[in-house]
T-cell receptor
Framework: DAGVTQSPTHLIKTRGQQVTLRCSPK?????VSWYQQALGQGPQFIFQ???????QRGNFPDRFSGHQFPNYSSELNVNALLLGDSALYLC?????????????FGPGTRLTVT | LAKTTQPISMDSYEGQEVNITCSHN???????ITWYQQFPSQGPRFIIQ???TKVTNEVASLFIPADRKSSTLSLPRVSLSDTAVYYC???????????????FGKGTHLIIQP
């Protein structure tokens, strides 16, 4: 059973560009959350998708947007990249209706903005 | 969510028991205490969760006093591979609530030496 997978592993972009990161949740999970982790900091919650809709959102500007597909996979889009967007982007999944008390994280995508 | 305070870093040696304490003075009645572990360049991994008294699993024990204003994660007989960042999270993350967006602090960087 594959866990949470993310692609790509690493990415280098230039300021002002746009980026799309992808996540496939663990089998049987229908809820996907995205987190941003800057160097030396804990992960910060960006938003969560369930039933193809954004259900919760952290304190991130609307340059950060997402999508969830019918197969529960998800994308994170960041527009107009800033140097400060350089971070590890983590995807986590969980089964919402199963009374989950833990989230399963993927290995992350390391984004570098130059 | 309740604010948490934990040491920034700790050192120990292989074979020792390590205790990491987390303070959460304004914990709410519905809040659970959850610990995650993160290795470099990986996503966090759920370790243990508790509400009161003591919880033990194959990885760790969690001690919670009656007033619930603090908690202690205990790792028995640590090895070099236990070197990681440990996050204490407090919130309504019990069964059913664990799928919501998580709030991570900076965590405790535990370094195990030979």
């Amino acid at each position: 059973d594959a866990g949470v997978t993310q692609s790509p592993t690493h990415l280098i972009k230039t300021r002002g560009q746009q980026v799309t990161l992808r996540c496939s949740p663990k089998s049987g999970h229908d809820t996907v959350s995205w987190y941003q982790q800057a160097l030396g900091q804990g992960p910060q919650f960006i938003f969560q998708y369930y039933e193809e809709e954004e259900r919760q959102r952290g304190n991130f500007p609307d340059r950060f947007s997402g999508h969830q597909f019918p197969n529960y996979s998800s994308e994170l889009n960041v527009n107009a990249l800033l140097l400060g967007d350089s971070a590890l982007y983590l995807c986590a999944s969980s089964p919402r209706l199963a009374g989950s008390y833990e989230q399963y994280f993927g290995p992350g995508t390391r984004l570098t903005v130059t | 969510l309740a604010k948490t305070t934990q040491p920034i870093s700790m050192d120990s040696y292989e074979g020792q028991e390590v205790n990491i304490t987390c303070s959460h003075n304004n914990i709410a009645t519905n809040d659970y205490i959850t610990w995650y572990q993160q290795f470099p360049s990986q996503g966090p991994r759920f370790i243990i969760q508790g509400y009161k008294t003591k919880v033990t699993n194959e990885v760790a024990s969690l001690f919670i006093p009656a007033d619930r204003k603090s908690s202690t994660l205990s790792l028995p007989r640590v090895s070099l591979s236990d070197t990681a960042v440990y996050y204490c999270l407090v919130g309504d993350m019990g069964p059913g609530g664990g799928a919501d967006g998580l709030t991570f602090g900076k965590g405790t960087h535990l370094i195990i030496q030979p």
